[in-house]
């Protein structure tokens, strides 16, 4: 693991393992900018700042997948003018910070309703996938207009399409049809803003997911928090129940 400060000394010495896969359940924009007497949309511009940082705090430590839970199927219920700028945003990265996350190495993959999505912006998804398909660092997983069950509705209707006999239905085709495919599951999940729930996020892939609650709200997250999730997360016996 490289050691790029001494803020990192403490994860080298007291984590036996990273988390290959981190799964992220970004929350508490809102009120984060309440709390300040701004307005919301500026909690998630922040928001976005984080995770560009998270992004290089996590490469840096070795964690290979990365999965943010970035817009929900519910979400799409909020105001059209905070529906707007969420997708406004989503737009800013796919088109001025791809260059940095494909220099960065990270593979980007937008998982989720993609078809609930302006064309302007399915377009501009495949270009990013189509640009960054290639890069062996990590994958960058954006769950957008995404919901655990949604997921799994998805994948009973392909594996129907494909007339799979039921006799031949597995867990691992189940799982191969999901939207994250053959990725490998999370090994740690981190929701940020006080909440204990994971609220319809990678239901299936997340069963024996270590699950770490952060009562910051996301805005607030820093580095020292990353750490401290990382080495509760080597602290923890993982049994899958064995």
Same mark, same amino acid.
């Given at each position: ?28 924009? &809102? ?60 737009? &800013? ?150």
């Amino acid at each position: 693991m490289r050691i790029l400060s001494k803020s990192k000394t403490k994860i080298s010495n007291e984590m036996n393992n990273v988390p290959y896969h981190v799964g992220i359940i970004i929350d508490g924009n &809102r009120r984060w900018a309440r709390k300040r007497g701004l307005p919301a949309l500026e909690g998630h511009r922040q928001g976005l700042e984080k995770v560009k940082k998270v992004i290089k705090w996590c490469k840096a430590r070795g964690i290979k997948i990365l999965t943010f839970y970035i817009f929900s199927t519910e979400n799409w219920s909020r105001s059209k003018i905070e529906v707007y700028y969420l997708m406004k945003l989503l737009k &800013r990265v796919l088109t001025k910070d791809i260059e940095t996350i494909n220099k960065e190495g990270f593979r980007v993959q937008i998982i989720g309703q993609k078809w609930k999505l302006s064309p302007q912006l399915q377009k501009l998804i495949k270009k990013a996938e189509e640009l960054t398909k290639n890069n062996k660092e990590g994958i960058l997983n954006l769950a957008v207009s995404y919901g655990g069950r949604a997921e799994i509705v998805e994948a009973i209707k392909k594996i129907i399409e494909k007339k799979i006999p039921s006799a031949e239905i597995t867990q691992d085709l189940v799982s191969q049809n999901l939207w994250t495919g053959n990725l490998p599951e999370p090994d740690l999940i981190i929701r940020t803003g006080g909440e204990k729930r994971i609220s319809n996020f990678l239901i299936w892939q997340a069963a024996y997911a270590e699950l770490y609650f952060c009562p910051k709200y996301w805005p607030d997250f820093t580095e020292k928090d990353l750490d401290e999730a990382l080495v509760n997360f080597a602290s923890r016996q993982r049994r899958f129940g064995k």
